[in-house]
């Protein structure tokens, strides 16, 4: 829409409908309906010192004998901080990233939320998650799911520290209101379920008992078997020219996303891999399994290493490079689902020089945060 010229008499009438809660779209109307997406949430790095630094000093300060349910931290960014309460626990407009800290004989108990949630294992092992009645170890790696309403909870029954990356859509369901929580009137879930993986060790084939699809077939996926989908990409086919080599998890019932609201995908970048860049409507946080390399956001260079988060804003220019000696691998996750739902989604590649950005400034996130 384009801006009207406001005359004086506009001007008074706007004062006198904005007391009775009206606006004119025709003043309203380029600011909400704009030509193409501007973002809220901004480009953004967490580090892995300062990400761990806070989750071993929570560790001495927050407990489960005093009523914690769950030790974690969200991943808020400062373009969503002055949402209140707490910025909606924001790190994207619908993404809400978190990282949690188990310690050995800890058990984080059953509840259940409108939300749709997800896990990323960062660090150790031992733990188990139980969902909806079935025990899924969980090791370095794997990506573990529970979809909105199913029960789950936590028990470490290992020896070493267990770190693992939390994924909600808490920014979506709160903005639309619908979000509902229950603690377990149980302290421990009975164990009723098989373990699912045992249903898919043959790959591209899908038991006959899922024929009819459900929201989590199989709600661990091991990242030997996604590693090794990964190499068979990576020794046989050429790289995507944007994001090198990349595999996304989904439900083997119905070959949509792992999760109904939130993509999943682990990426590998060569030595020597720089990537195109692109813009998109989705929003993607990033984190990096392994590898050293830097991503160039809208013009500046965000530098990233094994341990690191990174966001990527709705609409925002980027591109990847590895700059290291091994291959990068990177877990993400993204919000691609809702916007397809929507009949929302764009892909804009970047045509200037050569598919390249200039690098403006280097991201320091000790001064901008």
């Known amino acids: 829409m384009n801006e009207i010229k406001v005359t004086p008499e506009m001007e008074q009438f706007n004062k006198e409908i904005f007391k009775d809660n009206f606006v004119p779209l025709w003043i309203a109307g380029p600011k909400v309906m704009l030509r193409e997406p501007k973002s809220k949430p901004i480009p953004y790095i967490w580090k892995r010192d300062t990400i761990e630094r806070h989750l071993y000093k929570a ?7 005093n009523g914690g349910d769950r030790r974690v931290l969200m991943l808020i960014n400062p373009g969503m901080a002055d949402l209140e309460p707490y910025g909606w626990g924001a790190t994207t407009q619908t993404l809400s990233v978190c990282v949690q800290i188990l310690l050995p004989g800890e058990e984080a108990p059953p509840h259940r939320h409108t939300q749709n949630a997800s896990r990323y294992i960062i660090k150790g092992t031992g733990t188990y998650s139980a969902v909806e009645g079935e025990k899924v170890y969980m090791d370095v790696g794997d990506y573990v799911i529970t ?3 199913l029960w789950h909870e936590h ?14 859509d808490t920014p979506f369901v709160y903005y639309l209101h619908g ?18 993986v045992d249903k898919y060790r043959g790959g591209m084939v899908r038991p006959l008992c899922d024929h009819k699809p ?14 090794a989908a990964l190499k068979g990409l990576s020794d046989h086919y050429d790289p995507d020219p944007v994001d090198g080599f990349v595999v ?49 956001i809208d013009g500046v260079r965000f530098d990233w290493e094994k341990g690191d988060f990174l966001v990527i804003p709705t609409w925002a ?8 000696t091994e291959e990068a691998i990177l877990f993400s996750k993204n919000d691609i689902a809702i916007f397809e739902k929507l009949d929302l989604q764009r892909v804009e590649d970047y045509t200037e020089n050569g598919g390249h950005q200039i690098v403006k400034e280097v991201f320091n996130p000790a001064i901008r945060g």
């Open 248 to 296: 996304e998890y989904i439900n083997p019932s119905n070959g949509h996303a792992a999760v109904e609201t939130m993509g999943a995908w682990l990426q590998k970048l060569p030595v020597g891999f720089h990537g195109k860049a692109h813009r998109h409507v989705n929003s993607v946080v990033y984190h990096i399994k392994e590898g050293k390399g830097y991503t160039i």
């Open 214 to 227: 459900s929201v989590a077939p199989c709600p661990v996926y091991k990242y030997d078997t996604t590693l």
């Open 179 to 196: 979000t509902f929580f229950e603690p377990s009137p149980v302290k421990k879930q009975p164990i009723t379920r098989k373990p699912s």
């Open 59 to 65: 560790v001495d300060l927050m407990s489960f004998e």
């Open 155 to 168: 028990e470490h029954e290992g020896t070493e520290t267990m770190i693992w990356m939390d994924c909600l």
């Open 317 to 324: 220019v980027h591109e990847h490079v590895n700059k290291g």
């Open 147 to 149: 979809p909105k309403g």
